[in-house]
């Protein structure tokens, strides 16, 4: 069973047994090596013990269990988007480049979309995280709770736009026939031109305008 007390505010290890030979931050390191290796399903204790050379009942004089291990993975990783960039132009520019931010990292680390949206403690650098955005946001007239879901709006989008396929994927649309999908046919018979920006900035600068520009 999981501790009530989060991670992060217990002891670095237990009192108890013969002194640890590892600290959490190399546990924790070992364990995201392996996910971003072999995915998350392929983190236990028992196999970063093993990368480790140790014993899975040695980690727990440093963890209570897996799901304090994929919090300690997830605020590690969040600690990657700071340094925050430099204020520049709007507060929609700066979500923006924010947001560019957490797109990077979660290509780095593909496993983290599988475990943003699970129920955990929030950790010191997802708190600074939700701390910077809303300095950011600090401008618009929108309130608190409006503010808290664009948020959580713009990391949903950064996560369905981490697991777009590569740009050589199969094409879904080939070999279409014309008699069954007439308008589709004729839609990618004449594209038109490329929109001047990619479509996760033109998506988040919209959803963000729409969710708190002149909001009150």
């Not at 590892?22 to 546990?27: A, L, V």
């Not at 990077?104 to 949206?117: F, G, I, K």
């Not at 649309?173 to 479509?199: C, E």
């Amino acid at each position: 069973m999981t501790d009530a007390q989060p991670i992060w505010t217990r002891p670095e290890r237990g009192s108890r047994g013969p002194t640890p030979g590892h600290s959490r931050d190399e546990i924790v390191a070992a364990a995201i090596a392996l996910a971003d290796a072999e995915g998350l399903p392929a983190v236990s204790m028992r196999a970063v013990a093993t990368a480790l050379g140790t014993t899975a009942g040695s980690l727990y004089r440093y963890l209570s269990s897996r799901d304090d291990l994929l919090d300690l993975m997830t605020d590690h990783a969040v600690a990657e988007l700071q340094p925050y960039p430099e204020p520049a132009g709007s507060w929609v520019d700066q979500m923006l480049q924010l947001a560019a931010g957490q797109l990077e990292l979660h290509r780095r680390h593909r496993w983290l979309a599988d475990v943003v949206q699970r129920p955990s403690a929030v950790g010191p650098a997802a708190l600074a995280w939700f701390d910077h955005c809303l300095g950011v946001l600090e401008p618009t007239l929108a309130p608190t709770a409006a503010k808290f879901e664009a948020i959580a709006v713009v990391t949903g989008t950064v996560v369905l736009f981490s697991r777009n396929p590569p740009a050589n994927a199969r094409n879904p649309f080939a070999n279409l026939d014309p008699a069954t999908y007439p308008h589709l046919t004729t839609a990618l018979a004449t594209p038109g031109n490329p929109p001047r920006s990619d479509l996760f900035e033109r998506a988040l600068r919209s959803l963000l305008t729409g969710l708190l520009d002149n909001k009150n």
